[in-house]
């Protein structure tokens, strides 16, 4: 298995300011990934970090307003810019060791409140 | 569009009772069936995983199934626990997705004495 800590684990954070979350996880894994999870919906795939290039985007998520780093094969961060209140939500961070069955693991996530 | 729907939304059962949580999914090609358990203000944590050749899966009190036809799965929860109160969501793994899931919007599930 794979622990993943997330930090910070809640912000409350003012309209038009942007929030740094670091993923790290305790051993090298192949994928990473950031999900939003907005109130009682279920989890939504904004990104796939990938080790030493440009994060893969899904549908609706653009690099500007939500930059993802990647150094190494254990540590992410998402960034999300010009925060409005609608970003309100979880973002959870995840991870894998590759094949397609393989589980993914789950961050506790984090809580952040737009003001 | 590639979709996981779940019912009940959410569900209320007395300890010690079984209930079961029912999924149905349109992802196509399919690869793979999770089941996870969302503890409130936690991240998911893997119940089961199914490829499309497997009927059941066990983990302790947790039985899930799978009918890759109908394109249907089912966890069973057995002689529930106050500590089983929690959202259960439904994960579809699509062949060749790189890892991509897709979620239902879960079961609230809520055990009481």
């Known amino acids: 298995s794979a622990v993943i800590s997330q930090k910070p684990s809640r912000d409350i954070c003012q309209r038009g300011t942007s929030l740094t979350i670091q993923c790290q996880v305790d051993?090298?894994?192949?994928?990473m990934f950031w999900y939003r999870q907005q109130p009682g919906q279920s989890l939504t795939l904004i990104a796939t970090?990938?080790?030493?290039?440009?994060?893969?985007?899904e549908s609706g998520f653009v690099i500007d307003k939500f930059p993802i780093s990647r150094p190494n094969l254990t540590f992410s961060t998402l960034t999300v810019s010009n925060m409005s209140p609608e970003d309100s939500s979880i973002y959870l961070c995840?991870?894998?060791?590759?094949?397609?069955?393989?589980?993914?693991?789950f961050g506790p996530g984090t809580r952040l409140t737009v003001l | 569009k590639n979709q996981v729907e779940q019912s009940p939304q959410s569900l209320i059962i007395l300890e010690g009772k079984n209930c079961t949580l029912q999924?149905?999914?349109?992802?196509?090609?399919?690869?793979?069936l999770r089941w996870y358990k969302q503890d409130t203000g936690r991240g998911p944590v893997s119940l089961t995983i199914?490829?499309?050749?497997?009927n059941t899966k066990s983990n302790g009190r947790y039985t899930a199934t799978l009918d890759a036809d109908t394109k249907q799965s089912s966890l069973h929860i057995t002689a529930s626990q106050l500590s089983d109160s929690a959202s259960y969501i439904c994960?579809?793994?699509?062949?060749?997705?790189?890892?991509?899931?897709?979620f239902g919007t879960g079961t609230q599930l809520k055990v009481e004495l």
């Open positions: 999924c149905n999914y349109t992802v196509s090609p399919f690869s793979n």
């Open positions: 970090a990938n080790q030493g290039s440009e994060a893969t985007y």
């Open positions: 995840s991870a894998t060791r590759g094949a397609a069955y393989n589980e993914q693991f």
């Open positions: 051993s090298q894994v192949t994928m």
């Open positions: 994960v579809v793994s699509l062949t060749g997705g790189g890892n991509k899931l897709t």
């Open positions: 199914m490829t499309f050749s497997e």
